[in-house]
């Protein structure tokens, strides 16, 4: 991490306050490249996540790691802490092509020119739409323990 990086991660924060979708999440920043957002399905607003996204360098290669966090005591590791949504394979990961995880699990996207993280401007606010939208159209429940 370089401070690059942590200026356009701050860039980047500082504009997801201003997106008309973000009164839609709670921000905090958790560490120098990470945030921890409270976030909830369109069609059952009531049930609350909370995930960590976490960049190793920003925007990086790569979208960030996300993991979803006991809304307490931000511990990781409960099943009960994850939605059940797609590619969602608690409580490890989200294996899908806009999560670290995904690109762990299948080398094979790093040289695939059709599975290329494109961050468009703010690499913050596409990984957070891209979340929202998993939540929104494939959201089934909380996963139990």
Known sequence: MSSLDELLFD???????????????????????????????????????????????????????????????????????????????????ICACWTAEGYIAHQEWLGDSNMTWDTGDNALLTQLRFLQHQMDFTYEGRTND
Do not use: C, M
């Open 11 to 93: 860039k980047d924060l500082a504009e997801v306050w201003q997106d008309a979708e973000a009164h839609r999440w709670t921000l905090e920043r958790a560490d120098t490249l990470a945030v921890d957002v409270t976030i909830s399905p369109q069609r059952a607003p009531n049930e609350l996540y909370l995930a960590r996204l976490r960049w190793t360098e920003y925007p990086g290669r790569l979208p960030a790691s996300v993991v979803f966090l006991h809304p307490e005591t931000r511990a990781a590791g409960a099943k009960s802490s994850w939605p059940t949504i797609a590619g969602v394979r608690p409580p490890n990961d």
